[in-house]
């Protein structure tokens, strides 16, 4: 195996040319091109990114923050996002953080470190990125918003998120939706309640929210309130609650229905039947790259749409 360096002399170019013709970039003849990539085939030629990095002075690693490694939904959103930078390929570096500081260095580091760019999701709501950091490399936040000039937040629309879920068992004529969610504060978990009760305003239903779930208390829920339906904020919370249903002589859909939230691939392969709202991973992904080429980060398409399965009935 040879070295770029090597490959340059042999061709009669410069290490630049050869690093043209082999990652499709312009200035270069079609001739000269055909011949590096023969001749680097030929003599089994690999690429040193940390060679290509110092040649060009930009790394081909994208840094990611997250809150911990142990969030299935996390992984599942990275994984789709690692798999769109690999077609630039670009490498995808994991970081989890628990605190505000830890957070903030790791953003520091990936800037000295002149990262292509950093998606994050904070560790809690509202941390204001530094100009230091952000005149850098591109910040990107996912799922909850940072602050912070030049910084770009990516997230479908979650207040429409918690309006098609309602919409949608009011379809399947259910008048009594249970909505279960988490104590802790963040954009998704408040945008998605405050959609819930105003699609429930909007049809002329009550509402009744659950938050922080166990057996006692979601019994005690189902007694007072007799739900239909259960919109549960996300589908680690709804595949607790099919469990706690079982565990009460309750059966889904037959005497409750039960809508997840994100079409988690992971989860899905634990529990099939799940009726879910699928999180725009792909169009988040889309999205990411739009900010490597300098575009504006916007998600098209349409809201979080029903993936229908088994957990969900008409009345």
């Known amino acids: 195996m040879i070295s770029s360096l090597e490959l340059a002399r042999l061709c009669g170019v410069s290490q ?5 013709a082999l990652h499709g970039r312009a200035g270069i003849s079609l001739k000269t091109r055909e011949r590096i990539l023969d001749l680097a085939q030929q003599h089994g030629y690999r690429p040193n990114p940390a060679a290509r990095e110092l040649i060009t002075g930009q790394s081909g690693t994208v840094g990611a923050i997250i809150p911990s490694v142990n969030n299935i939904f996390f992984m599942d959103l990275f994984s789709e996002i690692g798999r769109r930078l690999k077609e630039r390929n670009l490498r995808l570096q994991l970081t989890p953080v628990e605190s505000r500081g830890d957070f903030l260095a790791a953003l520091d580091d990936f ?3 002149r990262h292509r760019m950093a998606l994050v999701i904070p560790p809690e709501e509202g941390i204001e990125v ?7 490399m591109a910040v990107v936040s996912l799922v909850s918003p940072c602050k912070g000039d030049g910084v770009h937040f990516i997230a479908p629309d979650e207040r429409e998120t918690g309006r098609t879920a309602v919409r949608y068992l009011h379809g399947r004529g259910h008048r009594r939706i249970l909505h279960l969610t988490y104590t802790r504060q963040s954009y998704a978990i408040e945008a998605r309640a405050d959609g819930y ?3 429930a305003r909007e049809l002329g239903l009550s ?3 659950l938050v922080g779930v ?3 208390s979601l019994a005690l829920a189902i007694k007072e309130g007799r739900p239909t339906a259960i919109f549960c904020h996300n589908d680690w919370l709804a595949l607790t609650t099919l469990l706690l249903l079982s565990g009460m002589g309750l059966r889904v859909p037959e005497d409750i229905s039960v809508l997840g939230v994100d079409n988690s691939p992971t989860l899905g392969a634990i529990n099939p039947s799940l009726t879910t709202l699928a999180y725009r991973m ?3 992904g889309a999205a990411v790259l739009d900010v490597l080429d300098r575009k504006p980060a916007q ?3 349409a809201p979080m749409q029903v993936v229908e399965r088994a957990t969900v009935r008409s009345i």
């Open 111 to 113: 800037a000295a470190r």
């Open 282 to 284: 792909e169009s988040i």
């Open 299 to 301: 998600l098209s398409g």
């Open 130 to 136: 530094p100009p230091s950091v952000s005149k850098r």
């Open 16 to 20: 630049g040319t050869v690093d043209r």
């Open 207 to 209: 509402q009744q929210v």
């Open 197 to 199: 009760a105003e699609q």
């Open 214 to 216: 166990d057996r006692a």
